[in-house]
């Protein structure tokens, strides 16, 4: 490459100068160090000769042996610095266009691992099945609750413990079943998230006010503390477990907002119902026993209302689909 030396007085200033400079490593400027050795007499002979670089070649000068095009070893290929792929003559590296190819990516994947999915379908519900109904239906309630003291509250509450395990794997497993990356998460709507969580602190509550009114005298005759802790402490702890539990599903938009509640409520009916059977042995009161039958009755009263709501969700969802299919 021609380098020409002028002399900064000698240049116009109205000349235009330009310069190409395509390998910029060649332009060695002096460190800091170096030029703190300058001493005052080349400051003083200022202005000092500075180079400029012309890109053209004259006639006479060799082409520049690292730029050379047929060397085929060298990834520098002239005026390029790395020589270009062929997208289309390229099979090994995938070409996405639009978002509708990473969508039809992420279907294919999901695809290839459906048939590893198909035995959650069984093994989702036998863990609800194992964990909730058979210790409740099956196993002796004497075997379990052994009076009306700790060690026969903190038994119930395990049962309850086993059973929230099971509906947490089932829940996450009905999850991973009903995720599709071509399935839009519908958000539960406002109402009916109202809904839920009136429903579930009325049915807190009124347990609640109905110990505070037997302690003030207001119902007659009083409860014992003990006495109310077995018959509705397992279900007012495991009612606040599900409140979280359908928050977080609407949070993390989970497809199984919609189950939750009805797996819960299920459950919540007999637990009810074993707190009727717990009465004669905790000498529980007429209006103690009258209570419980009126949250059972509200509890099939909700779950009906649910299921109600899934037959209309699931229709909303096919009708849905079914615009966009002939759309």
């Known amino acids: 490459m021609a380098s020409l ?6 240049i116009p200033k109205h000349a235009l ?20 050795t300058l001493s005052y007499t080349h400051h003083k002979a200022w202005p000092l000769p500075l180079p400029l ?26 005026g390029n610095m790395v020589e270009p792929i062929d997208a289309e003559e390229s099979t090994e590296l995938p070409l996405l266009q639009s978002k509708e190819d990473i ?15 198909w035995p959650m379908w069984l093994i989702g519900p036998s863990f609800l ?12 309630l004497s075997s379990v609750f052994v009076g009306p003291n700790i060690a026969g509250l903190l038994s119930l509450l395990g049962l309850d413990c086993i059973f929230n395990i099971g509906a947490t794997l089932f829940l996450l497993m009905a999850d991973a079943c009903a995720a599709h990356p071509r399935r839009k998460i519908q958000v539960p709507p406002l109402p009916y998230r109202m809904w839920n969580m009136g429903a579930s602190v009325l049915g807190f ?20 503390f003990m006495s109310f802790s077995v018959l509705l402490g397992p279900y007012l702890l495991l009612l606040a477990v599900q409140m979280v539990t359908e928050m977080l599903t609407w949070h993390w938009k989970s497809p199984v907002w919609l189950v939750t509640p ?10 009810l119902m074993r707190g009727l059977r717990l009465g004669s042995e905790v000498s529980a009161t007429g209006w103690a026993i009258t209570s419980i039958r009126l949250l059972v009755s509200w509890w099939i009263f909700i779950l009906g209302i649910q299921l109600m ?6 229709g909303l969802n096919y009708g849905s689909q079914s615009r966009e299919a002939t759309g």
């Not at 990516?105 to 695809?111: E, H, I, P």
């Not at 609640?208 to 005759?221: D, E, Q």
């Not at 009805?262 to 637990?271: D, F, G, K, M, P």
């Not at 709501?309 to 699931?314: K, Q, S, T």
Request: aromatic share 10%; charged share 15%; proline share 9%.
């Open 5 to 10: 030396i002028f002399l900064a007085s000698t």
């Open 17 to 36: 100068i330009n310069s190409q400079l395509q390998n910029i490593s060649f332009l060695k400027i002096p460190k800091q160090s170096n030029l703190s």
């Open 53 to 78: 670089l012309c890109t053209k070649l004259f006639p006479w000068e060799p082409p520049t042996p690292f730029s050379s095009v047929d060397d085929e070893t060298n990834i520098i290929k002239g």
């Open 103 to 117: 969508i039809d990516m992420n279907a294919q994947q999901y695809s290839q691992q459906q048939p590893l999915k």
């Open 129 to 140: 099945l194992a964990t909730g109904m058979l210790p409740t239906l099956w196993l002796p």
């Open 205 to 224: 509550l009124a347990p609640m006010l109905m110990m505070v009114a037997s302690h003030r005298g207001l119902l007659a005759p009083e409860l014992s």
């Open 262 to 271: 009805i797996v819960y409520e299920a459950y919540r009916i007999l637990q």
């Open 309 to 314: 709501r899934v037959a209309w969700f699931a």
